[in-house]
Nanobody
Framework: QVQLVESGGGLVQAGGSLRLSCVASGSIFSIDNMGWYRQAPGKQRELVATITSGGSTNYAPSVKGRFTISRDNGKNAVYLQMNSLKPEDTTVYFC??????????????WGQGTQVLVSS
């Protein structure tokens, strides 16, 4: 069974940094796009950043220049380095990946979410 497991959330002061990690496990043939999304209570889930298997990246305007997405294809992992954090970055962050499981149809997978809290 394929799953995504996130780590690295927590409490940080405004202006500080956090690094989120997400590792895909299970019987995986390959992984296409990976990314990070966030969702505040009562709001729609929004894109934070995505990265292709080749390393091309895309960022939401609100985080561009502050956040950096990267991946390690050998470890089936994606990371989000978050610098200059603001209180408005406070919410739950979700890892996403489009995965080709071995011997099964590809699908979109989501992690369980990790809470980021930025204090002012």
């Amino acid at each position: 069974q394929v799953q995504l497991v996130e780590s690295g959330g927590g409490l940080v002061q405004a202006g500080g940094s956090l690094r989120l990690s997400c590792v895909a496990s299970g019987s995986i043939f390959s992984i296409d796009n990976m990314g990070w999304y966030r969702q505040a209570p009562g709001k729609q889930r929004e894109l934070v950043a995505t990265i292709t298997s080749g390393g091309s990246t895309n960022y939401a305007p609100s985080v561009k220049g502050r956040f950096t997405i990267s991946r390690d294809n050998g470890k089936n992992a994606v990371y989000l380095q978050m610098n200059s954090l603001k209180p408005e970055d406070t919410t739950v962050y979700f890892c996403n990946a489009f995965i080709w499981p071995t011997g099964r149809a590809p699908d979109d997978y989501w992690g369980q979410g990790t809470q980021v809290l930025v204090s002012s």
